[in-house]
């Protein structure tokens, strides 16, 4: 657990480290580093928001990893799952679940993907076309799966509900972010972070 932690800080580091040298040197003499990101609170209903659409992600997410190709590749043993499959449901499991879920993925993913590049995009394209093109980008992050070592074969279909829910995903943490929360990452790091807290369990288990 402690590792995790570390592993954790680490990685938030890595992406805070590169979003501010960004800002350093492209931005800081228009925008404090803090509203360049989003790092700031959220209003109680733009997170009560985040909240129910992780409530809603989750099984959409589980049920894409659950499908044949993608099931034996999310619940291998250098997964996430997959250590709780061995591990077993414990308090420290729980822990772990908790630290990876809200730290080391969602922590370090929000900072880049919508405290950086979204909000890049949408200044520059607009808030449609720049959420689009950040949310595909999101999205094909998660086909690097099928050229991971034990990862499966290349399919057209698993590869578009990869996609689709990447994507969809990715355009409503931004939404939440920019037109409810103004501007805060807070709500996309909580739906983030929540639904990999459901999910993780529940592939390993399921």
């Known amino acids: 657990m402690v590792q995790e932690l570390v592993n954790a ?15 350093l ?11 360049f990101t989003g790092l700031y609170g959220a209003p109680a209903k733009a997170m009560g928001l985040a909240l129910l659409a992780a409530l809603m992600f989750a099984p959409l997410t589980i049920a894409v ?8 590749a999310a619940t291998g043993p250098d997964t996430v799952a997959g250590r709780v499959q061995a591990l077993g449901m414990t308090a420290e499991t ?8 809200f730290l080391k993925t969602s922590g370090s993913e ?15 394209m607009g808030f449609t076309a720049g959420n689009s093109v950040h949310a595909l980008i999101f999205a094909s992050i998660h086909l690097l799966i099928f050229v991971a070592p034990g990862g499966p074969a290349f399919d057209p279909v698993l590869a578009a509900a990869l996609v689709g829910v990447g994507f969809t995903g ?34 390993a288990f399921l």
């Open 170 to 203: 990715g355009w409503v943490m931004a939404w939440i972010n920019e037109k409810r929360a103004g501007g805060s990452i807070a709500p996309g790091w909580l739906m983030h972070g929540v639904a990999n807290a459901i999910a993780y369990p529940a592939l």
């Open 25 to 35: 040197i492209f931005a800081r003499k228009r925008s404090g580093f803090p509203n």
């Open 9 to 23: 800080g680490i990685q938030i580091g890595l992406a805070l480290l590169v979003v501010f040298l960004i800002w």
């Open 65 to 72: 990893f659950m499908l044949p190709g993608l099931a034996d």
């Open 94 to 101: 729980a822990a772990i679940i908790l630290i990876i879920a």
């Open 110 to 124: 929000e900072i880049l993907f919508r405290g950086l590049i979204a909000k890049r995009l949408i200044a520059w």
